[in-house]
């Protein structure tokens, strides 16, 4: 049976003192606000061998996607919207082309590792075990590989200013020490390199209305639930300025997209 973790302290500002939000806790995992910076996270993740394993991202995807159905009211809306602006026509690929300028990059929670486009260099951070495997059979077939282990320890093992991007794609909600792995990015990411982030929207609209079986709440992989300020805040704190991708659409979409770039020493 798996042990219910100590309590953590915020993964943003490490005050010890959280208040408890009854109605998005569910069973034994406990969603709360942080009374020092307002930042919301889960108090008590499970170890990162129980997501190996247990909670591995392709078990709870499937039932999580099952539960939510209908969980999402405002999706026609935010389709009409990149349909008059025309960011519907902005393919992720193009985007990455254009922001890592075809050169390498660190997909972490990199899934089975098809996510970064050619001509670019793809390496990987994965965590479990099965998707690991291979991501890296399938990375090194293009010049690169696939780290396992946690993103926040894996990623210093790759050299110091040497990659164009990094892609954190449905990942940093899931990652408990979130500052050290975005450290981590700054200091592999060459001056001129981006850093990609797409995590769940915690401010948007929909959750507001929806509440407890909204799409972004996921138990217990799902750790951190940023807002654009909280996600802003962070990201200037480990050495980064941020720029929202989606500012449209942001207020009723589900997900905040951002690229970050390291700022000048």
Request: proline fraction near 8%.
């Amino acid at each position: 049976m798996l042990q219910t973790p100590t309590y953590r302290p915020c993964p943003a500002c490490a005050s010890e003192q959280a208040s408890p939000i009854a109605q998005y806790s569910r069973d034994e995992w406990i969603v709360a606000s942080c009374e020092a910076c307002a930042f919301v996270f889960l108090r008590n993740p499970p170890a990162y061998e129980a997501l190996e394993a247990d909670f591995a991202w392709e078990k709870t995807y499937v039932e999580k996607k099952n539960a939510s159905k209908g969980s999402t009211w405002f999706s026609p809306i935010g389709r009409w919207l990149k349909d008059k602006t025309g960011l519907r026509g902005r393919t992720r690929t193009n985007q990455y082309r254009r922001w890592f300028n075809d050169g390498k990059v660190i997909d972490i929670g990199c899934g089975t590792g098809t996510r970064i486009p050619h001509p670019m260099t793809p390496y990987g951070i994965e965590l479990s075990n099965a998707l690991q495997a291979r991501a890296d059979a399938y990375m090194k077939t293009r010049g690169g590989y696939c780290v396992h282990g946690p993103g926040a320890e894996a990623i210093w093992e790759f050299p110091e200013g040497e990659f164009d991007g990094v892609i954190m794609n449905s990942y940093l909600e899931h990652e408990v020490e979130m500052t050290r792995v975005l450290e981590g990015a700054r200091r592999v990411l060459k001056p001129t390199g981006k850093l990609y982030v797409r995590v769940p929207n915690y401010a948007s609209l929909n959750r507001r209305i929806i509440g407890p079986t909204w799409c972004g709440f996921r138990y217990p992989d799902h750790v951190n639930y940023f807002t654009p300020d909280s996600l802003t805040r962070v990201a200037k704190q480990t050495g980064f300025t941020l720029k929202i991708t989606n500012p449209l659409t942001l207020p009723i979409d589900d997900n905040i997209n951002a690229l970050l770039s390291p700022t000048p020493a």
